[in-house]
């Protein structure tokens, strides 16, 4: 019987000559070196998709040669159940053998699979300095400018294989968050310091404010006391002149009110003749003011009724200039006509 994995071959003897091998010492061993010779003919390229698929399905054969083996050995006849012993040791003898082998196909591309997962599993690591949610803007400036100096440090080559693009697009676009976040947080530290001095500031103004305070009312009550007896003294030594001096002020202000009086009433008198002296007069610029402007307004009427007349005169001696009447009769008919402007006549 022969099995095919594409060009690759394993080669079993048919299912009737099988029980054979088993019945005679060596035979299985002897199968089992032939799969393994034949195996040993065939090479693959692990590092190809097709190569290590090409492994894998050679080395399925292996397992499916091992099975067809068992099936035969389960199958041998009731005379061969009295050498199970035998036949399973030699059997055993068979799966381990193969089933090494099959480990062994397999191996280089399990191994090559695994070294590739682990150099991309590296790479992936490696890009895990460019995480963009390692540190934000709140986080304090000195480990933002760290960070960005160990990303700085990091050097993209061609070591980096398939990953370089990735690498340095990351890093940059690292560097450009982390460096805003940088200018961020140094801008809101700067205000921090600042808000910390003026708050130290104020402290200290505040202490040198209470101090003082505390000293000037030290002094103020000292001095409000020495005040206050010197003007306990002085008040004892006023109120005497105050009374001595009571009467004589009382005195003198009765004869200065008096002699106020007497000035007030004076020059009250004074400015009432004033006043009446300026009321005349008043009324005199009025009475000679009014006859003037009644004088000029007659006038300016006169002068206005003389030029009113002197031009309906005008219009009328020109009207009838212009109709060249041909008697007094023809003349009067106008005017009562109404031609001649300004005249009407009664009828």
Same mark, same amino acid.
């Given at each position: 019987?022969?099995?095919?994995?594409?060009?690759?071959?394993?080669?079993?003897? #048919?299912?009737?000559? +099988?029980?054979?091998?088993?019945? @005679?010492?060596?035979?299985?061993?002897?199968?089992?070196?032939? =799969?393994?010779?034949?195996?040993?003919? !065939?090479?693959?390229? !692990?590092?190809?998709?097709? *190569? @290590?698929?090409?492994?894998?399905?050679?080395?399925?054969?292996? #397992?499916?040669?091992?099975?067809?083996?068992?099936?035969?050995?389960?199958? =041998?006849?009731?005379?061969?159940?009295?050498?199970?012993?035998?036949?399973?040791?030699?059997?055993?003898?068979?799966?381990?053998? +193969?089933?090494?082998?099959?480990?062994? &196909?397999?191996?280089?591309?399990?191994?090559?699979?695994?070294?590739?997962?682990? /150099?991309?599993?590296?790479?992936? @690591?490696?890009?895990?300095?460019?995480?963009?949610?390692?540190?934000?803007? $709140?986080?304090? #400036?000195?480990?933002?400018?760290?960070?960005?100096? %160990?990303?700085?440090?990091?050097?993209?080559?061609?070591?980096?294989?398939?990953?370089? *693009?990735?690498?340095?697009?990351?890093?940059?676009?690292? +560097?450009?968050?982390?460096?805003?976040?940088?200018?961020?947080?140094?801008? @809101?530290?700067?205000?921090?310091?600042?808000?910390?001095?003026? %708050?130290?500031?104020?402290?200290?103004?505040?202490?040198?404010?209470?101090?003082?305070?505390?000293?000037?009312?030290?002094?103020?009550?000292?001095?409000?006391?020495?005040?206050?007896?010197?003007?306990?003294?002085?008040?004892?030594?006023?109120?005497?002149?105050?009374?001595?001096?009571?009467?004589?002020?009382? /005195?003198?202000?009765?004869?200065?009110?008096?002699?106020?009086?007497?000035?007030?009433?004076?020059?009250?008198?004074?400015?009432?003749?004033?006043?009446?002296? +300026?009321?005349?007069?008043?009324?005199? /610029?009025?009475? &000679?003011?009014?006859?003037? %402007?009644?004088?000029?307004?007659?006038?300016?009427? %006169?002068?206005?009724?003389?030029?009113?007349?002197?031009?309906?005169?005008?219009?009328?001696?020109?009207?009838?200039?212009?109709?060249?009447?041909? #008697?007094?009769? $023809?003349?009067?008919?106008?005017?009562?006509?109404?031609?001649?402007?300004?005249?009407?006549?009664?009828?």
């Amino acid at each position: 019987m022969a099995e095919e994995t594409g060009t690759d071959l394993i080669t079993l003897p #048919s299912k009737e000559e +099988l029980p054979a091998y088993f019945k @005679r010492d060596g035979g299985i061993e002897e199968l089992v070196s032939k =799969i393994e010779a034949e195996a040993g003919k !065939v090479e693959h390229d !692990v590092s190809t998709a097709k *190569g @290590r698929k090409a492994a894998r399905s050679f080395a399925s054969k292996v #397992s499916k040669s091992k099975t067809v083996l068992e099936d035969v050995r389960k199958s =041998i006849t009731e005379e061969w159940r009295q050498k199970t012993a035998e036949v399973n040791a030699r059997g055993k003898v068979a799966v381990e053998r +193969l089933d090494a082998l099959r480990d062994k &196909i397999k191996k280089p591309a399990d191994d090559y699979e695994q070294k590739e997962a682990d /150099r991309q599993a590296k790479h992936m @690591r490696a890009l895990d300095q460019f995480d963009l949610e390692q540190l934000d803007s $709140h986080a304090p #400036s000195f480990e933002l400018k760290a960070l960005i100096e %160990r990303i700085e440090a990091v050097e993209i080559n061609d070591s980096w294989e398939e990953f370089e *693009g990735d690498a340095r697009e990351q890093k940059a676009a690292a +560097l450009t968050k982390f460096k805003s976040d940088l200018g961020i947080a140094e801008q @809101r530290e700067a205000q921090e310091r600042e808000l910390e001095e003026l %708050r130290k500031e104020k402290a200290e103004r505040e202490a040198k404010e209470a101090e003082a305070a505390a000293k000037a009312e030290e002094e103020a009550a000292a001095k409000a006391a020495e005040e206050q007896r010197a003007k306990e003294k002085a008040d004892a030594e006023q109120k005497a002149r105050e009374e001595a001096e009571a009467a004589a002020k009382a /005195r003198e202000e009765r004869l200065a009110r008096e002699k106020e009086e007497a000035e007030e009433r004076h020059r009250q008198e004074l400015e009432a003749a004033k006043a009446r002296e +300026l009321e005349a007069a008043a009324a005199e /610029r009025k009475r &000679i003011a009014d006859e003037k %402007r009644e004088a000029e307004e007659a006038e300016a009427q %006169r002068k206005a009724d003389a030029e009113h007349r002197k031009a309906i005169t005008a219009e009328i001696v020109a009207a009838i200039t212009a109709a060249k009447p041909r #008697s007094y009769e $023809h003349l009067i008919d106008m005017m009562i006509d109404g031609e001649i402007p300004h005249v009407k006549v009664a009828v």
